[in-house]
């Protein structure tokens, strides 16, 4: 092997070292898109059923890609905040079941029918701080607004899952939820965020 003149030692070895980065950045990026990629096609999958397939039947059919694709706990405890600490671990195990139960019903009743709308999702993401990703995408109508869709990425010991989303680009579900969270802890508690996590999902479930 050639050895590079001592005075090109340190470009040389720069060279190497970026060219060793590149493809774990492009691994980072393809690791991080890969969840959104697959929430979007259990989606399709669920739109192409319809409402004329029963809705307990297409939420059993999404359920484990949406357990899989966000992470429910950390989603829950920062639109929850600092009063998640008051709460007791009957509570947080409660909450977090209603909440899963919640965002899956959310996304199976929005997700109801396919008029041949697709999802178009970016091959690169944007690096956010504390070594989050930002996954864009939008969806695509066959006529009228395309609206795009973002996910805050967040790796954990089980991979890359999403711990927020962004409607057009600003408009942070967390930070929404956190609104309505907040309000309902302050009038009733605990127990006032768990009946109305309740009832919108059995609302959803019912049309």
Known sequence: MLTPPPGRRAVFSAALLCFAIAPLAAYAESAAIAPVERLYDALLGVMK???????????????PTIE????MSAILQTSVGLGWSQLSADQHAALLTAFRRYTVATYVANFNQFDGQRFEVSPTTRALPENEQLVTSRVIPVSGDTHELDYVMRQDPTG???VD???????SRVAV?????????MQGGGAALLASLQ?????????
């Open 165 to 171: 989303v962004l409607a057009e680009g600003a408009i």
């Open 49 to 63: 059923l319809g409402t004329a397939v029963p809705f307990e039947q297409r939420y059993t059919q999404l359920a």
């Open 160 to 162: 890359w899952r999403a």
């Open 68 to 71: 899989a694709v966000f992470d």
């Open 177 to 185: 939820q956190r609104s309505d969270f907040r309000r309902l802890l």
């Open 199 to 207: 009832r919108k999902a059995n609302d959803l479930a019912h049309g």
